[in-house]
């Protein structure tokens, strides 16, 4: 698959919180975002970028740990991911490289296909918070590759749907500024964030099939 059409690819979104509403999953969603091409409105969408916010697993099952390593080889099943998910779902546990439970991998395999166009961003903190904290390490790194596009739209908040930000999705009705300026906006200056929009641009342009990547704030 190369694009979405954005019908197809509200259509897909739809899917995606229909899962997270639905499914088990392997750490509790609290957030889905969309950002980037389908927010902007654009047909077709190159890419689709998601944004979920993840919550702590409480009242896990951390005594199972053992069992999954000696079984999976995996650290942190009953801790990090939920033992109840991974029995159902063993084929989509996925690890970290030092071998332990790799949340934000678990709900990528939970919820995009290999060969999808598909972005994940997954963090415990909510889009907006984040969009700050990651711009602020961008700019003391400089690796605009960090940055997460501001341009968001929350679909889904604590297990309620948001009708009205999917009628104006489906209708491209959001309007935004451009990348640079948005990035001017939180707090990068004129230049900088040009030099940014393009070092985002340029990264995500790279990026084939399903991705994902993990933060914590």
């Known amino acids: 698959m190369t694009a979405f059409t954005r019908e197809e690819a509200v259509e897909r979104v739809e899917r995606l919180v229909e899962t997270v509403e639905e499914e088990p999953m392997p750490v509790?969603?609290?957030e889905l975002w969309v950002y980037g091409d389908l927010a902007l409105g654009l047909?077709?969408?190159?890419?689709?970028?998601?944004?979920?916010?993840?919550?702590?697993?409480?009242?896990g099952d951390e005594e199972r740990e053992a069992e999954f390593r000696e079984t999976h080889g995996v650290e942190g099943i009953g801790k990090t991911v939920s033992a109840d998910w991974a029995d159902e779902y063993p084929d989509r546990i996925r690890a970290s490289a030092n071998g332990y439970a790799a949340p934000e991998?678990?709900?990528?395999?939970?919820?995009v296909g290999d060969d999808e166009p598909i972005h994940l961003e997954v963090c415990n903190a909510s889009f907006e918070d984040n969009v700050t904290q990651r711009l602020k390490g961008a700019m003391a790194r400089e690796n605009y590759t960090e940055i997460l596009?501001?341009?968001?739209v929350c679909l889904w908040l604590d297990g309620q749907r948001s009708a009205d930000a999917f009628e104006k999705?489906?209708?491209?009705?959001?309007v935004f500024p451009t990348l640079a300026d948005s990035l001017g906006m939180v707090g990068m200056d004129e230049a900088e964030a040009e030099r940014a929009a393009d070092a985002v641009r340029e990264y995500r342009d790279r990026q084939e099939g399903a991705s994902v990547r993990g933060d914590v704030v």
């Open 28 to 30: 509790p969603v609290r």
């Open 149 to 152: 596009d501001p341009r968001g």
């Open 43 to 59: 047909d077709p969408v190159e890419r689709l970028d998601v944004y979920l916010t993840k919550d702590l697993l409480f009242g």
């Open 105 to 111: 991998k678990c709900l990528a395999a939970q919820l």
């Open 169 to 174: 999705l489906e209708e491209g009705e959001f």
